[in-house]
């Protein structure tokens, strides 16, 4: 009995453009070593940041129902000492 594999190719056709940008020069040579390290190209690192960038804000994640049932919907003073507070608190408990 003989089998038969067959192998089907599908090209996508993905249209790529050329974008000539100026940077200083460090910044080029760390975007290199970080592209490097992350084993991407300089170019697709930058087209994955651009991407992230533009897209929709819909593709966010969405806060599941149980964090939103725990959340107190109380906000925090900007210039609230929690320092200060526990402090306060534990000279409290321990009088």
Request: aromatic share 10%.
């Amino acid at each position: 009995m003989k089998i038969l594999y067959l192998h089907v190719l599908l090209k996508i056709k993905v249209m790529d453009s050329k974008l000539t940008l100026k940077l200083n020069e460090s910044v080029i040579e760390r975007a290199k070593q970080y592209a490097s390290s992350k084993r991407l190209s300089l170019s697709r690192l930058i087209e994955n940041y651009l991407d992230s960038l533009t897209q929709d804000k819909e593709d966010e994640f969405e806060i599941s129902p149980f964090v939103k049932s725990i959340s107190s919907g109380k906000s925090i003073p900007v210039d609230f000492d929690y320092k200060k507070e526990y402090v306060d608190y534990l000279d409290k408990k321990y009088q």
